[in-house]
């Protein structure tokens, strides 16, 4: 009998939502609306946090030091500071190695490489690459290498150079999760309106059947979900069209981020992975749907 009465319930929350089309219509497209919002939201989060990331690995502090400091005395100082928690990598790169590079990246310059020839002292110092392991850390670290012991061996910190860089980027992913976050409470707050005035409309609509249900004894939960069945449909269609959406999109997005970004992201990249999508889609919705239309019941059905 309990199968029998949960197909019931399930065959009356179809007719419904199949009953009242454009309204169904009505709250699948402003669900869909904030389905999309939601997925724009999380795209664009996850791709200025893979660009940050990946301009993270390419930031870092060179700091260079005076000539008459001995290797091994740099090397101290990097083992010591391999040692600070918001370091996360220190890299040594000596005069020889310094010069090398520089003629290497320049090696289609020939009048610097022809000024460099008539050289003959090396005009580049030893250099130690440090790394944060965020990008908050660097200020803190550039002026920990400015005001510490090792100030009197250091020529020059070039933190200043990448600061803006580094600023800006902390600056974007702030306004990325802001503007996302308020974009999405906002139209949450409308989809769970539209479903509720749809539910609403349908309770009116069905309020002479739901009346003698009660009195030939049907109980709260046979009357409620029907209508909870209903809004679980405007979920699962809104959550269906968006993915659909989302799937071309993805397909013409992700390639061209990856030329632009140097990076190997695929849709089975977590971030990027649809189905993960799909899943906060659809609990998304699904949310949202019960919700409202849990509201729009206790406020209207008066059961």
């Known amino acids: 009998m309990e199968s029998i009465t949960l197909l019931r319930v399930i065959r009356t929350g179809a007719i419904n939502f199949y009953r009242n089309f454009w309204l169904s ?9 904030t389905l999309a919002i939601l997925t724009l939201t999380l795209v664009s989060f996850n791709v200025t946090r893979v660009a940050i990331q990946n301009i993270q690995e390419r930031v870092d502090i060179s700091v260079y030091f005076k000539t008459q400091v001995s290797e091994q005395q740099i090397l101290d100082i990097k083992t010591e500071l391999e040692q600070v928690p918001e370091i996360a990598a220190v ?8 010069l090398a590079s520089f003629k290497e990246k320049h090696s289609d310059n020939q009048l610097i490489q022809d000024s460099l020839g008539q050289l003959t002292d090396n005009p580049l110092p030893p250099t130690l690459q440090v790394k944060a392991r965020s ?6 670290i550039a002026e920990e290498l400015t005001k510490s012991n090792y100030a009197a061996f250091i020529d020059k ?3 200043q150079d990448n600061r803006s860089v580094i600023e800006r980027l902390s600056r974007i992913l702030s306004a990325v999760k802001r503007l996302g976050v308020s974009m999405a409470v906002v139209f949450c707050f409308i989809a769970i309106l ?8 349908t309770i009116f609509n069905r309020r002479e059947e739901v009346e003698i249900m009660k009195l030939v004894g049907a ?3 046979y009357i409620r979900w029907p209508f909870i069945i209903e809004s679980i449909l405007y979920a699962l269609a809104a959550s269906v ?11 013409y997005i992700l390639p061209r981020l990856n030329i632009y970004l140097g990076t190997n992201l695929t849709n089975n990249t977590w971030g990027f992975n649809l189905w993960i999508i799909f899943a906060i889609q659809l609990v998304t919705a699904l949310i949202l749907g019960i919700i409202s239309s849990s509201i729009a019941i206790r406020r209207y059905l008066r059961i």
């Open 25 to 33: 219509a009505t709250a699948t497209l402003i669900m869909v609306i």
């Open 91 to 98: 890299k040594y790169v000596s005069a020889a190695e310094a």
């Open 135 to 140: 990008l908050d850390e660097y200020p803190k």
């Open 157 to 159: 910190v070039n933190f």
């Open 194 to 201: 539209v479903i509720f005035n749809t539910i609403r409309l």
């Open 219 to 221: 109980t709260n939960w």
């Open 241 to 251: 069209i968006t993915i659909l959406l989302t799937i071309p999109i993805f397909n």
